[in-house]
């Protein structure tokens, strides 16, 4: 085979290439004039003469490619470059500078690594402060905290997608979005007012009604908002309009189910909710801390996360869990499940503390004993929880702070938002405290809570007399035969 069958090109790619442009006699063609002067060298004379066209071609081939690879992003690709079209562009990075005037005056004479060290180590202390203070105020404050920054975490999420939505002018997206939000949180707080107000419920006729059929009128509610966004449809733009239909429920299964998990753990026990809570804060902070002074080799490919940071935090937030717990499971309020009381119309955290929060003895292993001199030690059984919680929050729950940066990335934006100066909205606070809310929901359902009395009493007493009847029947022949009750022949 000569070298012309060795250039063949595939006759598809060769007839979609523009013919080479014939140059003037004696003219030199630039760039490409050295192929010409191949095809009329004599040496090339003869069949070998559409040489140079098969070199042309090559090479505007390569020039093509070259010419595209350069005009795309980072990292971007031509169905990333399709999507950037069809969604009007990507979002505006915001470059303001939200920090209080005070700070920037005290830290105008540092460097912008440092400045932004304190302007976050400032705040993070004033937004623990603030955690301090809602845990005064009570269950019913932090309920309310919840809620609000349920709220404000959607709305930071879905202006993202409104803002890349609004450039095509279609209708009731956001009115859509804020309507899901409402059906969702009625269908999931509407079973947590039945489980834990029951006695409340049962008292007043309307709020017996809903309890009743909270379902139904959830799935209708629910079935309302899926009829107006199938008529909200526009032609040219359905699958744009079918991506922000997922953006939105995407969002509320990330939002809204993981804060209604949080109160759940709440209702526990307080220490359910601030354990977990702080192990996340502790983490963030610790991390933060190794990676700023030590850290250099990067742990994942996204920037300011480093092998420092990830190992310091986790052995940080053991111990940090560790002692957190000792403190706070010798405190009634922290431990007592967070109860509704029906005659003071108020929650209650009084209890006779359980044997997870009563100081236990136990044996250290042999190979420890000769390290730490101790052969037993005293500690509460929750401590043994509280590694696997701080465990999860050191190790896993950061790969929600990934997944959110990940995602911010894609839509080149900074942070979600600009609530908090040095450390952007509320969601860039609680990426990864929703993720070790639904762990902790999970740990205390499958190792922790067993069957409770209180809630299998108040299902009893809704039942007809007669199937109450037959339930104390039952029960009663079931305590006869176990020895616990004695039987009225025995009598």
Partial sequence: MGLEGILQLPTPLVGWLPPPVQAAPGSIQPGLGHLRGWGTHSSFSG???????????????????????????????????????????????????????????????????????????????????????????????????????QIKCFHEIITIGYNVYHSYDLPWFRTLSWYFLLCVNYFFYGETVTDYFFTLVQREEPLRILSKYHRFISFALYLTGFCMFVLSLVKKHYRLQFYMFGWTHVTLLIVV????????????????????ISCVICNDIMAYMFGFFFGRTPLIKLP??????????????????????????????FTCPVEFNNDTNSFTVDCEPSELFQLQEYNIPLVLQSVVGWKTVRMYPFQIHSIALSTFASLIGPFGGFFASGFKRAFKIKDFANTIPGHGGIMDRFDCQYLMATFV???????????????????????????????????????????????????
């Fill in 257 to 276: 189910t993981q804060s209604h998990l949080i109160i759940h753990n709440l209702f526990e026990g307080m220490i359910w909710f601030i354990v977990p």
């Fill in 304 to 333: 300011n996360e480093t092998w420092c940071g990830f190992i310091g935090g986790f052995f940080a937030t053991v111990l940090f869990g560790l002692l957190l717990s000792y403190v706070m499971s010798g405190y009634r309020c």
């Fill in 441 to 491: 929901n999970v740990y205390i359902a499958s190792f922790i809570r067993g069957p409770n009395p209180s809630k299998l009493i108040q299902q009893f007493l809704t039942l007809r007399p007669d199937q109450q009847l037959h339930i104390f029947n039952t029960l009663k022949a079931h305590l006869v035969d176990k020895g616990v009750l004695v039987g009225s022949e025995d009598a």
């Fill in 47 to 149: 069949p070998n003469s559409s040489l140079s066209l098969y070199l042309v071609k090559l090479f505007s081939l390569f020039k093509l490619q070259e010419s595209e690879s350069e005009n795309k992003l980072d990292g971007e690709t031509a169905s990333d470059s399709e999507s950037k079209s069809e969604f009007g562009g990507s979002p505006p990075v915001p470059t303001s500078d939200d920090t209080p005037e005070v700070l920037n005056r005290a830290l105008s004479n540092l460097s912008s690594r440092w400045k932004n060290w304190w302007v976050r180590g400032i705040l993070t202390l004033a937004m623990i402060t603030f955690f301090f203070i809602i845990i005064y105020l009570g269950p019913m404050v932090l309920m309310t905290i919840v809620m609000c920054v």
